[in-house]
């Protein structure tokens, strides 16, 4: 099994309501909470992928970081843009990681599953990065990655604040509660499993 930590110590904002107001978990949402004021969902998931989560509490330019468990030695990195509608790819606020997680060295042995990254800025360049300590974690319990850093607030969701869009191809959500929680960075909360 293999998992994806948080990215920051911070806070979720919204789950897998968050395109859906009548599953969310908690009730139904407010204007701003997890849909514009005429409760349309800004960013529904990629194609393919499912529980969107927006962890946020960073200051813009902070690093953003990929965090599993020491079960992934290798990662796809693969870039996209286009997930603003009506705003230009050029926009940091635009800009989008694909990570595919594998369990061997250089994207060999079982994919696990991906996790999707919105609104990254000076994102690292696709391609495939091995975990670089041989034994898995010797010194960490968990594997970690600078992949960009945080754009300064988004202009294309549905919230205010400088925050991360993550969604998961595969796996499941580990993260219970619909809105607020508090999450810790750096291997501490873990937002996928697979």
Same mark, same amino acid.
Request: glycine share 14%.
């Given at each position: 099994?293999? !998992?994806? /930590? +948080?990215? *920051?110590?911070?806070?979720?904002?919204?789950?897998?309501?968050?395109?859906?107001?009548?599953?969310? #978990?908690?009730?139904?949402?407010?204007?701003?909470?997890?849909?514009?004021?005429?409760?349309?969902? =800004?960013?529904? #998931?990629?194609?393919?992928?499912?529980?969107?989560?927006?962890?946020?509490?960073?200051? +813009?330019?902070?690093?953003?970081?990929?965090?599993?468990?020491?079960?992934?030695?290798? !990662?796809?990195?693969?870039?996209?843009?286009?997930?603003?509608?009506?705003?230009?790819?050029? &926009?940091?606020?635009?800009?989008?990681?694909? !990570?595919? &997680?594998?369990?061997? =060295?250089? +994207?060999?042995?079982? =994919?696990?599953?991906? $996790?999707? /990254?919105?609104? !990254?800025?000076?994102?690292?360049?696709?391609?495939?990065?091995?975990?670089?300590?041989?034994?898995?974690? &010797?010194?960490?319990?968990? /594997?970690?990655?600078? *992949?960009?850093?945080?754009?300064?607030?988004?202009?294309?969701?549905?919230?205010?604040? *400088?925050? $991360?869009?993550?969604?998961?191809? +595969?796996?499941?959500?580990?993260?219970?509660?619909?809105? @607020?929680?508090?999450?810790? @960075?750096?291997?501490?909360?873990? *937002? /996928?499993?697979?």
């Amino acid at each position: 099994m293999a !998992v994806v /930590y +948080a990215p *920051i110590t911070g806070q979720t904002w919204s789950l897998d309501c968050y395109c859906n107001i009548t599953s969310c #978990p908690c009730g139904s949402l407010s204007a701003g909470l997890g849909c514009n004021s005429n409760h349309i969902c =800004k960013h529904c #998931p990629v194609s393919g992928s499912s529980s969107p989560i927006d962890v946020g509490g960073a200051s +813009a330019g902070a690093p953003l970081y990929l965090y599993t468990d020491c079960q992934v030695q290798s !990662v796809v990195i693969s870039q996209f843009t286009g997930i603003c509608p009506g705003q230009s790819n050029s &926009l940091d606020w635009a800009q989008t990681l694909q !990570v595919d &997680l594998w369990s061997g =060295k250089n +994207a060999t042995g079982t =994919k696990y599953g991906s $996790v999707i /990254y919105h609104h !990254v800025a000076g994102r690292i360049a696709s391609g495939t990065y091995n975990n670089p300590d041989p034994t898995g974690c &010797l010194y960490n319990h968990y /594997y970690s990655l600078q *992949i960009g850093s945080f754009t300064t607030d988004c202009r294309c969701g549905c919230y205010s604040g *400088i925050h $991360v869009h993550m969604q998961r191809i +595969a796996g499941s959500t580990s993260v219970s509660t619909c809105n @607020g929680s508090t999450t810790g @960075g750096g291997g501490g909360t873990v *937002i /996928y499993s697979y």
